[in-house]
Nanobody, 120 residues
Framework: QVQLVESGGGSVQAGGSLKLSCTASRYILSTCEMGWYRQAPGKERELVSS???????RYADSVKGRFTISQDNAKNTLYLQMNSLKIEDTAVYYC??????????????WGQGTQVTVSS
């Protein structure tokens, strides 16, 4: 059963912007910390940004000031607005849900991923 579905990836030139969306079940959005991860070729998956159920946000140092995470519960959607994109932002971006109910430290739910390619 598909729980998270990403969209909005694509190709953009350096300095450009993209907005990723992730539709999720209301259950996941209301009980889990939501986040965006990315994995570049040959690298480990890393946390880009997260947002707690109370609205607290976190960002990787590499994206602070450029990316913004948000959540629209009425639309059951998580967003990642990416501005001033750099070549090193190229990766597959994954939407993730969890931990949930404050239990554990890792996501329980994953989207299928969406490719973001930034060129010079």
């Amino acid at each position: 059963q598909v729980q998270l579905v990403e969209s909005g990836g694509g190709s953009v030139q350096a300095g450009g912007s993209l907005k990723l969306s992730c539709t999720a079940s209301r259950y996941i959005l209301s009980t889990c910390e939501m986040g965006w991860y990315r994995q570049a070729p040959g690298k480990e998956r890393e946390l880009v940004s997260s947002i707690s159920s109370s609205g607290t946000t976190r960002y990787a140092d590499s994206v602070k000031g450029r990316f913004t995470i948000s959540q629209d519960n009425a639309k059951n959607t998580l967003y990642l607005q990416m501005n001033s994109l750099k070549i090193e932002d190229t990766a597959v971006y994954y939407c993730a849900g969890g931990p949930c109910y404050g239990i554990g430290t890792k996501p329980l739910y994953w989207g299928q991923g969406t490719q973001v390619t930034v060129s010079s």
